[in-house]
């Protein structure tokens, strides 16, 4: 059982826009920066999202990212195929002084 | 350019130990904070544990799940970054990632299977 819940999967339709959610606690997305990962099938993780709303270097801007409260979004708009992945967000949780993920998301471009 | 190159992993027996490296170069090693990340076959991404830079006291902080059994080495003259596992079990089984400056990079990972 994950620290951070996100849902297992989300699809759409390539051109479109998705929109998935991280859900957390006061001590780790409400207290702390948060970060979102892409893993695309049978590789390593790489960082997309920083500092809970700031895109790594090399990230287009059809990636986005936002905070509510306790609860973080990451938006990808202009769907393409090659954005299939798994995609995980990640924040330093306050009281169990850990790094903590999600589940991570599949998303799937139909 | 960034690069991170784990090696050593393996097959082990439970109860046994492993001891995971890390290579890195692009970057002052001495100035960044150092994690490792394991997923285990088919699953999400665990946090293992963090070496904090020298301006950090060389701090390391564990995850509940390997604290008293993993240590995290790093030596800063060579470059690297180790992982000792001790006590293996099962539930270890996993691909282990090196990660440098708070996960904006990441090794290709080294699998360690604890098996009988």
């Known amino acids: 059982q994950s620290v951070l819940t996100q849902p297992p999967s989300i699809s759409a339709a390539p051109g479109q826009k998705v929109t998935m959610s991280c859900f957390g606690s006061s001590s780790n997305i409400g207290d702390n920066y948060v970060s979102w990962y892409q893993q695309l099938p049978g590789t390593a993780p790489r960082l997309l999202i920083f500092d809970t709303n700031r895109r790594a270097s090399g990230i287009p801007d059809r990636f986005s990212a936002s905070k509510t409260g306790t609860s973080v979004t990451l938006q990808i708009t202009g769907l393409q195929t090659g954005d299939e992945a798994d995609y995980y967000c990640?924040?330093?949780?306050?009281?169990?002084?850990?790094?903590?993920f999600g589940g991570g998301i599949k998303l799937t471009v139909l | 350019e960034v690069q991170l190159v784990e090696s050593g992993g393996g097959l082990v027996q439970p109860g046994g130990s492993l001891r995971l490296s890390c290579a890195a170069s692009?970057?002052?090693?001495?100035?960044?904070?150092m994690d490792w990340v394991r997923q285990a076959p088919g699953k999400g991404l665990e946090w293992v544990g963090r070496?904090?830079?020298?301006?950090?006291?060389?701090?390391?902080e564990y995850a509940a799940s390997v604290k008293g059994r993993f240590i995290i080495f790093r030596d800063d003259s060579g470059n690297s970054l180790s992982l000792q596992m001790n006590n293996l079990k099962t539930e270890d089984t996993a691909v282990y990632y090196c990660?440098?400056?708070?996960?904006?990079?990441w090794g290709q990972g080294s699998l360690v299977t604890v098996s009988s």
């Open positions: 070496s904090r830079n020298k301006a950090n006291n060389y701090m390391t």
């Open positions: 990660t440098c400056g708070f996960f904006f990079h």
């Open positions: 990640g924040a330093w949780d306050t009281s169990l002084n850990a790094e903590v």
């Open positions: 692009g970057f002052t090693f001495s100035d960044y904070s």
